[in-house]
T-cell receptor, first 111, second 117 residues
Framework: DAKTTQPPSMDCAEGRAANLPCNHSTISGNEYVYWYRQIHSQGPQYIIH???NNETNEMASLIITEDRKSSTLILPHATLRDTAVYYCIVRVAYNTDKLIFGTGTRLQVFP | GAVVSQHPSWVICKSGTSVKIECRSL??????MFWYRQFPKQSLMLMATSNEGSKATYEQGVEKDKFLINHASLTLSTLTVTSAHPEDSSFYIC?????????????FGDGTRLSIL
C-alpha cells in the first residue's frame, strides 16, 4: 500500500474549519484514501474514504486532488471533541483489509 | 452502524499469567479480524490477521506462540497473551469489517489496556 505523509500536529480554533492535509504521491489507480481518528485511549473511529471524487458525510468532507497525489480532510466546524490524532491511510479496497497506520496528525482544537 | 466490541477494556495481572482478550462483531459477520498493539505516544502496529476457521497470519516480528489467536466463529476472535511480562503491557485493539456488504470500512473496538505487574 502507498505511504502517506501528514504533518505531526495542527491547531484549530473552535468553530473554525480544520483542514488536515495528506500526501500520497505514490498512490495507485485502485487505491482508496481512508481517514480515521483516534481520541485518547479509544479505538480508531472511521471518518470517511474516497477513490477520486470528493466525498462528504455527516462528519467531514474529503477533497482529493485531480492527480490523486494528495488529499485534505475538512472538519467544517471543529469542536473541542474533535481533538484527536487523525490518520490518513491508503489501501486497495477488496484486496486486503489490512490498515497500516502512519504517525498521523495530532489536531488540537482550542476554545 | 457496524459495532465491534472488545472485552475486557482493562486488565491488570501478575507477570507469568496468560490473558485472553475477546473481539466481537455485534451486528455483522467478519471472516477476518485484525489485532493491533499500541504503545504510549506511538501509532497502531498491526500484529496479526485473524482468519475464521484457519490459522492466523502474523506480521514480521510478532511471536505466534506468544500471542495466540483463535477465530472460531464469524463474530468472535480471541487474542491470548501467554506468560505475559511487563514488556507486554500495551493497548490492544481489534478491528473488523462487514464482509457481507461491499466497500465497507474497518471498524475498531475500544481497545483493551493490559498492564502486567
Amino acid at each position: 500500500d502507498a505511504k502517506t505523509t501528514q504533518p505531526p500536529s495542527m491547531d484549530c480554533a473552535e468553530g473554525r474549519a480544520a483542514n488536515l492535509p495528506c500526501n500520497h504521491s505514490t498512490i495507485s489507480g485502485n487505491e482508496y484514501v481512508y481517514w480515521y481518528r483516534q481520541i485518547h485511549s479509544q479505538g480508531p473511529q472511521y471518518i470517511i474514504h474516497g477513490l477520486k471524487n470528493n466525498e462528504t458525510n455527516e462528519m467531514a468532507s474529503l477533497i482529493i486532488t485531480e492527480d490523486r497525489k494528495s488529499s485534505t480532510l475538512i472538519l467544517p466546524h471543529a469542536t473541542l471533541r474533535d481533538t484527536a490524532v487523525y490518520y490518513c491511510i491508503v489501501r486497495v479496497a477488496y484486496n486486503t483489509d489490512k490498515l497500516i497506520f502512519g504517525t498521523g496528525t495530532r489536531l488540537q482544537v482550542f476554545p | 452502524g457496524a459495532v465491534v466490541s472488545q472485552h475486557p477494556s482493562w486488565v491488570i495481572c501478575k507477570s507469568g499469567t496468560s490473558v485472553k482478550i475477546e473481539c466481537r462483531s455485534l451486528d455483522f459477520q467478519a471472516t477476518t479480524m485484525f489485532w493491533y498493539r499500541q504503545f504510549p505516544k506511538q501509532s497502531l502496529m498491526l500484529m496479526a490477521t485473524s482468519n475464521e476457521g484457519s490459522k492466523a497470519t502474523y506480521e514480521q516480528g510478532v511471536e505466534k506462540d506468544k500471542f495466540l489467536i483463535n477465530h472460531a466463529s464469524l463474530t468472535l476472535s480471541t487474542l491470548t497473551v501467554t506468560s505475559a511480562h511487563p514488556e507486554d503491557s500495551s493497548f490492544y485493539i481489534c478491528s473488523a469489517r462487514d464482509w457481507g456488504r461491499q466497500n465497507q470500512p474497518q471498524h475498531f473496538g475500544d481497545g483493551t489496556r493490559l498492564s502486567i505487574l
